[in-house]
């Protein structure tokens, strides 16, 4: 499997040759990134092993989606090194589904495969969504979108999927839905995941592993070792939500 490296601080990009299988699927070393005089990330280290799913958690305008753009290759002028092994794909807040496009030809769009009408139709049916392949998607609920969102991730096989905020404009009883979808998928497939969310319950009820960036860095970092499928009302999943609130500042009496 190729690696591709980012040295970060020129975005340029190359192929640099076959990993171990152990190897992370994600390292990053000595990631910053500025905005005219303000730092917004210092001195990042990070890896995500394959198979992981990370929860990536911060006050608004912490960073988090300036690191998760790093790691898509989207966002430049970065210091550091970056380097993921295999096939990234993202699936954005707003699903990003191009309007003058039916669903099945959004998720072919730009794929790369011998029969892209085939794996669309295989990943359509696996978010629940085959019957809509024909639709515009301005005729698609929010759930549906966002599954089809998630389809065209999927398609593509990625071994990095990251997710930037994908569930936070959806009603709460189709978030549900979602995350169990999600958490199906990730299990089936295995990719190693980084979520960005502002959900401390969303991250807990989902990741293997939690962030929290503070100040432009990982503040705090925490191993879930709850069994799934998780509960909010079980003790462990309780104390760790106080923890995650203490650390971004959220107090019983209200934000400190």
């Not at 910053?32 to 730092?39: N, Q, V």
């Not at 794929?111 to 295989?122: S, T």
């Not at 990741?207 to 009302?233: F, K, N, S, Y």
Request: net charge negative.
């Amino acid at each position: 499997m190729a690696t591709r490296i980012l040295e970060l601080n020129d975005t340029r990009a190359e192929v640099v040759g076959t990993s171990a299988d152990q190897a992370p699927v994600a390292r990053i070393t000595g990631l910053g990134k500025t905005f005219g005089e303000r730092e917004v990330l210092t001195d990042i280290d990070l890896e995500i092993e394959r198979g992981e799913f990370v929860a990536l958690l911060g006050r608004s305008g912490s960073g988090k989606s300036t690191l998760l753009r790093a790691l898509a290759g989207l966002d430049g002028d970065h210091t550091g090194t970056l380097t993921v092994d295999g096939a990234v794909a993202v699936a954005f807040q707003e699903p990003r589904l191009v309007p003058w496009k039916r669903v099945l030809a959004n998720i072919t769009l730009g794929l790369r495969h011998p029969q892209p009408r085939r794996a669309a139709r295989v990943a359509l049916e696996e978010v629940g969504l085959v019957e809509r392949a024909d639709a515009w998607p301005l005729t698609l609920s929010g759930g549906e979108a966002q599954r089809a969102s998630l389809a065209r991730a999927l398609v593509r096989e990625p071994d990095l999927l990251l997710l930037d905020e994908p569930f936070s404009a959806l009603d709460a009883l189709t978030r549900i839905t979602i995350h169990n979808l999600v958490q199906q998928l990730w299990i089936r497939h295995r990719p190693g995941v980084l979520l960005v969310t502002h959900d401390v319950d969303e991250a807990l009820l989902l990741a293997d592993r939690t962030l929290v960036l503070g100040d432009g860095r990982i503040a705090h970092e925490t191993r879930i070792d709850l069994p799934r499928p998780r509960h909010r009302d079980h003790p462990g999943f309780l104390a760790l939500r106080r923890e995650l609130l203490a650390e971004l500042g959220v107090t019983p009496e209200g934000t400190a």
